[in-house]
């Protein structure tokens, strides 16, 4: 029997997921994307894809594909993803599959989704999903010797690798920009030392501290959102501290600061900024300057940001200069100064055809055993990108993504409802499939 699988999106991961659906015997594989050219280039030539212009927020358009197949994948904006769950509780035969983060609103859709006798699986990419593997591994094997995992840290950073990082942000997109930047508002919520500490979005950047993984790599980790649910998540109640983090280049989060305080990250339509204006023209009207001179400029940066030393600010004005803030040089408009500046970024900071990415995965456990002795556990990834094939990230989200496709293709679940990494039985297989078919794995050491 043929099966059919749609794929929402063309984004930087979904390459993977066509190539190993498509390579199935009895499986037709649509791709959907706003742009039929998009869909196209993503579908390839393979005689068992096909390509489809479909915009999402079309409910209609959207009911009617989602129930012509037997498993739709998601990997646009996570805030369509309820729109998609909703489309496939109506058919009352399609499951759903995504790699963001099992949200408040997926969750509130629990009873629909089991009335409807579907399965909605979330959280099986790289960060959330790999993470999660080798996190409930390690963990299920300290309590099972008896100890107890009394510090959870877990760092991760799709980055530029070494030789590609340079730019003043050490940063290059191989996802959307909108999306990094718009995670850079986000408030972190986590435990320290039986403490609960709770950092504003706007002063995220600045409570970076380095992080050491290798002596090779030189990290700043700040904390992604709440990480405090992790906790009950991982099934670690006596936990002390408990952190969840994002890892960048030296440079990055002071550079971003500064943006944050000027404004930069504002969704707020701009009239100015729906027409091709000068940059440097753009920049004092975002920043508040009463004239586009450099001096003006210069002066209200000062006014506006917070820099801990002369050098930082040299080195953040330095890379508003290679941005071309100071220029006359056109701005791309997009009625607004974060989706303008995320043009500007898609311009200067994609990767060039030689150049390849690199994903770090750190998770560190500090670990009481029985007998009151103390140990530390880390489990850790670096993997590169292949300039010639996928990029790392690409592979690291698609992959699981694809294999999780797979399993429920072929009926490995039969219970309805939501589904998410966080348990052994549903973890093993995965981990075990990634490491010996793909090559995907973390190497575990106990460091104490």
């Known amino acids: 029997m043929v099966q059919k699988v749609l794929i929402l999106g063309s984004g930087f991961v979904a390459k993977p997921v066509v190539d190993i659906l498509a390579a199935r015997p009895d499986t037709e594989v649509t791709v959907a994307c706003r742009t039929l050219e998009s869909a196209k280039a993503l579908a390839g030539d393979a005689s068992n894809t ?61 009873k629909e989704i089991k009335d409807a006798g579907i399965i909605v699986w979330n959280e099986i990419g790289v960060d959330p999903g790999i993470d999660h593997l080798y996190a409930v591994k390690a963990i299920d094997e300290i309590h099972k010797a008896g100890g107890e995992v009394t510090e959870f840290t877990s760092f991760c950073g799709g980055l530029p690798a070494p030789e590609a990082s340079d730019n003043p942000l050490g940063y290059k997109f191989s996802w959307s920009p909108r999306g990094v930047l718009l995670a850079l508002r986000n408030d972190a919520t986590y435990y320290k030392d039986g403490e609960l500490v709770r950092v504003a979005g706007k002063d995220l950047m600045k409570s970076a501290k380095p992080y050491f993984i290798y002596p090779g790599f030189s990290f700043y980790g700040y904390g992604n959102r709440d990480s405090t649910i992790f906790r009950e998540l991982y099934k670690i109640p006596e936990a002390k501290s408990v952190l969840r983090g994002s890892l960048r280049y ?198 104490l």
């Open 50 to 110: 096909r390509a489809v212009s479909l915009d999402v927020s079309d409910t209609a358009a959207l009911d009617a594909a989602v129930a012509a197949c037997d498993l739709v994948i998601s990997l646009i904006p996570y805030t369509f993803h309820v729109d998609v769950i909703k489309s496939a509780i109506k058919t009352k035969k399609t499951n759903v599959l995504t790699t963001s983060y099992l949200s408040p609103a997926i969750r509130a859709l629990d």
């Open 250 to 447: 030296p440079g990055f989060t002071e550079f971003v600061s500064a943006l944050v305080a000027l404004g930069f990250l504002d969704e707020t339509p701009k009239d100015f900024l729906t027409t091709a204006i000068p940059w440097k023209e753009a920049f004092a009207q975002i920043i508040g300057a009463p004239s586009s001179s450099e001096e003006d400029l210069l002066a209200t940066i000062d006014s506006k940001v917070t820099f801990d030393t002369a050098e930082e600010k040299e080195k953040v004005v330095s890379g508003f200069r290679w941005l071309g803030f100071f220029s006359e040089t056109p701005i791309t408009p997009r009625g607004n100064p974060l989706d303008t500046i995320c043009a500007l970024f898609e311009k200067l900071m994609e990767y060039a055809p030689e150049e390849r990415d690199m994903v770090v995965l750190q998770h560190k456990f500090g670990i009481t055993w029985k007998d009151g002795s103390k140990g530390i556990r880390t489990s850790t990834l670096v993997d590169y990108g292949d300039p010639n094939g996928y990029s790392s990230m690409a592979k690291l989200v698609g992959t699981p993504c694809a294999l999780a496709a797979t399993f429920m293709l072929d009926g490995k679940y039969t219970e309805p409802g939501i589904y998410a990494p966080y348990s052994p039985e549903l973890c093993d297989p995965y981990r075990e499939v990634l490491k010996d078919k793909y090559g995907i794995f973390l190497i575990e050491k106990t460091v």
